[in-house]
């Protein structure tokens, strides 16, 4: 590998003038199609849900049963644990954590009245998850993710020492972006955790439930059941939604919770909404009549990504030796780790030559990431040949960034 060549390489993509995007974790559009039969299900005939309650009208504000009844068979629930939302589940997060500040946990003091609160978050992990957190001005405790799940040691020792840790974020299955699948033992030990604060909740994201590549889906244990056993039963907080199985404007998004938690939700649902938009829960309903018919979508849509992902671990092959980066089995990200202090070069190597990547420390709280080392591609919304483009770029821009650390470290000493 010499610099000169490499230069060379990057100089000819970059006077191709592209403009590559791998930055957001979106569908394609090939995906979305998938979903457009969903566009004309016809609902003249029939507007009622099973209960008999006429869709086109108010109320109904924990759902129809037939939507809670889907969720439950993904998520391994009862429909009775569940609570269907909008389109978005972040939306639920969020919301969430707005009543927890203002009005405290199931009538609790508010958070906001308790000094400075602050949440465990696993990293590398969602940038979002960051983003409510810093909105609310709760501190963000960064600890390391691995390839069973979070630090559980340093879960533990954490949530047991100060009453002022109000919550984690979980993404259990095919995690955003390391694509890791937590281990039945780690997800045990986070159902037995004893934190000091009594109105503690896990934020327990399973945004990723059926969105395996091909092979068998990941089946966990039930957390909720789990934390039940151990005295927590009102410890976890249960999201999900379609956003990445129909359309990510207008999906269908659910929370689980115990009997306690869910009074809390309905409490303030009902005075956010007279009802949800229960035509889309029914559209949803209709077209996949199941969870078998979610499965089969889903076998559809990875026969759609797979493809996407492969591309991608394939080209990375060439940086053996330079980098790692995981190689999941599901759900929408890949994470990738540099060399120490390297991951901005490569972000502005990348915008330099036309490729747009997730900025370097979005997978971090305050977008801080302390070796400079961690980064997340996106497969999904380019197509197969302006991947193979972008990761000519992703390539050429590591090996860059690499080789002129090892010039400035040669010319230093
Ligand atoms: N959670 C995780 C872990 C995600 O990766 C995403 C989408 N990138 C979301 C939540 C967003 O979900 P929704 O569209 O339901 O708000």
Same mark, same amino acid.
């Given at each position: 590998? @010499?610099?000169?060549?490499?230069?060379?390489?990057?100089?000819?993509l970059?006077?191709r003038?592209l403009s590559l995007?791998?930055?957001?974790?979106?569908?394609?559009?090939?995906?979305?199609?998938?979903?457009?039969?969903?566009?004309?299900?016809?609902?003249?005939?029939?507007?009622?849900?099973?209960?008999?309650?006429?869709?086109?009208?108010?109320?109904?504000?924990?759902?129809?049963?037939?939507?809670?009844?889907?969720?439950?068979?993904?998520?391994?629930?009862?429909?009775? @644990?569940?609570?269907?939302?909008?389109?978005?589940?972040?939306?639920?997060?969020?919301?969430?954590?707005?009543?927890?500040?203002?009005?405290?946990?199931?009538?609790?003091?508010?958070?906001?009245?308790?000094?400075?609160?602050?949440?465990?978050?696993?990293? +590398?992990?969602?940038?979002? =998850?960051?983003?409510?957190?810093?909105?609310?001005?709760?501190?963000?405790?960064?600890?390391?993710?691995?390839?069973?799940?979070?630090?559980? &040691?340093?879960?533990?020792?954490?949530?047991?020492?100060?009453?002022?840790?109000?919550?984690?974020?979980?993404?259990?299955?095919?995690?955003?972006?390391?694509?890791?699948?937590?281990? &039945?033992?780690?997800?045990?030990?986070?159902?037995?955790?004893?934190?000091?604060? +009594? &109105?503690?909740?896990?934020?327990?994201?399973?945004?990723?439930?059926? =969105?395996?590549?091909? #092979?068998?889906?990941?089946?966990? +244990?039930?957390?909720?059941?789990?934390?039940?056993?151990?005295?927590?039963?009102?410890?976890?907080?249960?999201?999900?939604?379609?956003?990445?199985?129909?359309?990510?404007?207008?999906?269908?998004?659910?929370?689980?919770?115990? #009997?306690?938690?869910?009074?809390?939700?309905?409490?303030?649902?009902? =005075?956010?909404?007279?009802?949800?938009?229960?035509?889309?829960?029914?559209?949803?309903?209709?077209?996949?009549?199941?969870?078998?018919?979610?499965?089969?979508?889903?076998?559809?849509?990875?026969?759609?990504?797979?493809?996407?992902? &492969?591309?991608?671990?394939?080209?990375?092959?060439?940086?053996?030796?330079?980098?790692?980066?995981?190689?999941?089995?599901?759900?929408?990200?890949?994470?990738?780790?540099? *060399?120490?202090?390297? *991951?901005?070069?490569?972000?502005?190597?990348?915008?330099?030559a036309g490729l747009?990547?997730?900025?370097?420390?979005?997978?971090?709280?305050?977008?801080?990431?302390?070796?400079?080392?961690?980064?997340?591609?996106?497969?999904?919304?380019a197509r197969i040949h302006e991947l193979k483009d972008a990761m000519d770029i992703f390539?050429?821009?590591?090996?860059?960034?690499?080789?002129?650390?090892?010039?400035?470290?040669?010319?230093?000493?």
């Open positions: 590998m @010499d610099y000169v060549s490499i230069r060379k390489h990057y100089e000819e970059k006077s003038k995007d791998i930055s957001r974790g979106k569908p394609g559009p090939d995906q979305l199609d998938l979903s457009n039969p969903m566009l004309s299900v016809s609902l003249q005939e029939g507007y009622c849900s099973v209960s008999g309650a006429d869709c086109r009208n108010y109320g109904g504000i924990d759902g129809i049963p037939e939507m809670r009844g889907i969720f439950a068979d993904i998520l391994g629930l009862a429909a009775s @644990d569940i609570i269907i939302g909008g389109n978005s589940s972040l939306n639920l997060m969020f919301d969430r954590i707005s009543g927890f500040c203002l009005h405290g946990v199931n009538r609790g003091e508010p958070w906001f009245k308790q000094g400075a609160v602050k949440f465990i978050c696993p990293v +590398p992990g969602y940038d979002r =998850h960051f983003g409510i957190c810093e909105y609310f001005n709760i501190e963000m405790m960064p600890i390391e993710m691995t390839d069973t799940g979070p630090d559980m &040691d340093a879960v533990e020792t954490l949530v047991q020492s100060d009453c002022l840790i109000k919550g984690m974020w979980c993404v259990p299955v095919y995690s955003n972006p390391t694509g890791c699948v937590y281990s &039945d033992e780690t997800i045990r030990r986070i159902a037995r955790l004893k934190p000091k604060a +009594p &109105d503690f909740r896990l934020f327990w994201d399973n945004a990723y439930p059926v =969105h395996n590549f091909g #092979e068998a889906r990941p089946v966990i +244990p039930n957390i909720l059941k789990e934390c039940s056993l151990n005295g927590n039963a009102d410890m976890p907080l249960i999201f999900a939604s379609f956003s990445k199985i129909s359309f990510p404007g207008s999906a269908v998004s659910a929370v689980a919770a115990s #009997e306690n938690n869910k009074k809390g939700i309905l409490e303030q649902l009902n =005075h956010q909404t007279v009802g949800p938009d229960k035509i889309n829960q029914l559209r949803h309903v209709r077209f996949f009549k199941n969870a078998d018919g979610v499965y089969t979508h889903m076998e559809k849509l990875s026969r759609i990504i797979k493809p996407k992902f &492969d591309v991608v671990l394939s080209a990375l092959d060439e940086l053996n030796g330079l980098s790692a980066w995981s190689k999941p089995k599901g759900g929408y990200f890949i994470h990738f780790r540099s *060399a120490d202090g390297n *991951a901005k070069r490569i972000v502005e190597l990348c915008r330099g747009t990547i997730t900025g370097a420390g979005a997978v971090y709280p305050y977008s801080y990431d302390p070796r400079d080392r961690d980064l997340r591609i996106a497969p999904t919304y390539c050429a821009a590591v090996k860059l960034s690499y080789i002129e650390k090892m010039e400035s470290i040669k010319s230093s000493t």
